[in-house]
């Protein structure tokens, strides 16, 4: 009976494990190196790198950092993208939303095409519309029993508007992704008497309100959140949160270390500006899904000298601590979720110079295992 479905798959032209479905439900980040043209200008490109890519400004003129995968036949996916950011500051409110479609086609199990469009809206007085179009090509692989990884070469191109140039963007992405469908994880919420953390990788956005001690505020909404960006991109001048991108790694029952990490390189014209946004806390389960955390946070800017006070000084650092509360809930096959209110102090800083700055976020994660 064996040989007799061997050979019917050979004859199909696949093999037993080929004929499963290619596509899986999924939900994933991705961020990596873009370059970025205005088109026709024959100017000088904008070399991006971040990962995983914030939820402001990039987006509008590169990529969407989270994506979802939703099958539709056995070689055929849909490929949703999306980012949000609603900032207000000094009476300035400025809105980006960039979404993308596009068909994802599997070539193999592991290799992959596609095809589709993109929106971009960005709204600060007036609104504006932007559209373009995308192609990709990707691999995809295994990264555990339950995480999923793809690295894929994408051409974006965006038609101009009376706020933003056309542009083409040629990107190598690196993306993480876990299942929505098949068979659920253990609750995220279980008893703290038991092993109340599981290994996993999560990913944060939602709303924060950084407030510059004798200074004004920043506030608003971004998905992803904006991590160390902002600072990055001000030379330090700007807020940062905590850290995008973070991992969930046991110790013991009740206890567990979270190490939080987002990068950020920009370069243009001559000018260079890198940012580390890296941080480290201790959650502690308290019961189901309630948790408490606290921790510490650095992050490290270099820059091309002249950006900062000193015209000689090619790096700061700015240190912070952070406070937490959350609860955590599945969500749906792989896939758990947690919402927190999150409490961060950043110390002033001689380096860049900066004042203190308090941050209070309510942040949602969403977290993919790792076993």
Known sequence: MRNTTLIAALL???????AQQLWHSEIGVQGGYARIQISGSGGNPADVF???TMGYLIPLIGYAPVFVTIPLADRIA???????AQLASGGTNVTTVRLGVRGNYAITAHF????????????SGNEQFQLGAQLGAGYRFGLGPRLNGRVEADWISTRGNATLAARNVYALLFGLSARLDGPARAAAARPATDRA?????????????????????????LVPGFGGSLTTLGGGGTPPQPPTLFAIIP?????AIEPGLDLHRIQSGGQTSFGANVGARLNVAVHGGWYGAVGGQLIYLQATPGTFADPN??????????????????????ISGRTELNYSMYAKSSDIPSPPVNVTGLLFGLMMPLK
């Open 12 to 18: 199909a032209g696949t093999t037993p494990a080929g």
């Open 50 to 52: 971040e990962f995983p």
């Open 78 to 84: 849909l490929e949703p993208t999306v980012s949000l």
């Open 112 to 123: 992959y095409g596609g095809l589709g469009g993109v929106v971009n809206y960005a709204s």
């Open 197 to 221: 953390w599981q290994p996993s990788v999560g990913l944060v956005g939602g709303y924060s309100n950084a407030h510059s001690v004798g200074g004004g505020s920043i506030t608003g909404v």
């Open 251 to 255: 110790l013991g029952r009740r206890l």
């Open 313 to 334: 000084r090619g790096s700061a650092t700015v240190t912070g601590a952070t406070l937490a509360w959350g609860y955590r809930f599945p969500i749906g096959g792989q």
